[in-house]
């Protein structure tokens, strides 16, 4: 993903006006960014949007205004951007009783060498180790808050939207050994993330700031193609067909029939993060008419 450039961020002023709205967003998206891994260790997946929240959010709590200032912090957060065919995290070690924290931290030292995303199973498993981010560590002392990656190859980075081949986070720590599969939701938000940067929850510019997000105007592959049409029946509203005409389901070979539903399961994945409820509607071909799928929000 591209950094976050200052042209991005919403002015003071402004973001008083639209923060109310962009942190309902905001927490929306990040139920599909979340998951634990038992009950210490919390992942949240970043993306350019989570981390133009925690920008904004910086701005608006500090009150900065200095264009200087906000470079500084933009430089900051775009250190945890994720790069091309990559995974980003903010790793949390959920400790709620205070006296128990620095024992407790104490006992995880070493943690950054134990946290590994695990792909597929048996002889074809592949296990991708975090990197940590080394500025957060001391020899003996560990933060409750730490910041790491998962560098994929492309066979890895088609895996992790394939659910069919299981995704899990494993942390193997001599005190702390849990294992958990990414739920479907956070594999729909990362792999829409490995496909294409994510649409803005907030605008810079323009009236539209303040309205609810929309997907990419278009998506293709050699194979699919989607793309908004000119009237939406509804927010959200994203179309899903062959890149070549076919008329008929009966006409689909079984590879580009599950290309497509992988295609359509990812929308309605992120019109769900950002709306609540979708529907999906099949116009299965039939005269002249092209076989597609239509995926648009629901009213809550």
Known sequence: MKPLHRDEIVDRERYEALRSNYREAVIAHKRNRRMAVGDRV?????????????????????????PEKIQHELDVYNELMPADRELSATLFLEITDPGAVRPELDRLVGIDEHVALVLGEGDATQTTPAHFDPKQFEQDRISAVQYLRFPLDEAQARSVAD???????????????????IPTGVRQSLAADLRREPEPLL?????????????????????????????????????????????????????????????????????????GRCRVQTDLGTGDSQLRWHVYALDT
């Not at 919390?42 to 200095?66: G, K």
């Not at 609810?212 to 509804?234: G, H, I, K, T």
């Open 42 to 66: 919390t992942l949240v997946f970043e993306d350019r949007e989570t981390l133009r929240f925690q920008v904004q959010e910086m701005l608006w709590v500090e009150r900065i205004s200095e």
């Open 163 to 181: 659910t069919r081949v299981r995704a899990r986070i494993r942390v193997d720590h001599p005190n702390y050994r849990h294992e958990a599969e």
């Open 203 to 275: 605008r810079s510019t323009g009236a539209a700031a303040a309205a609810a997000p929309e997907l990419a105007d278009s998506f293709s592959s050699e194979r699919v193609r989607a793309y908004r049409p000119a009237q939406p029946r509804a927010p959200g509203h994203v179309i899903v067909e062959p890149a070549d005409s076919i008329q008929s389901l009966l006409e689909v070979d079984l590879d580009l029939l599950l290309e497509l539903l992988e295609v359509v399961k990812a929308l309605a994945g992120e019109i769900v993060a950002r709306h």
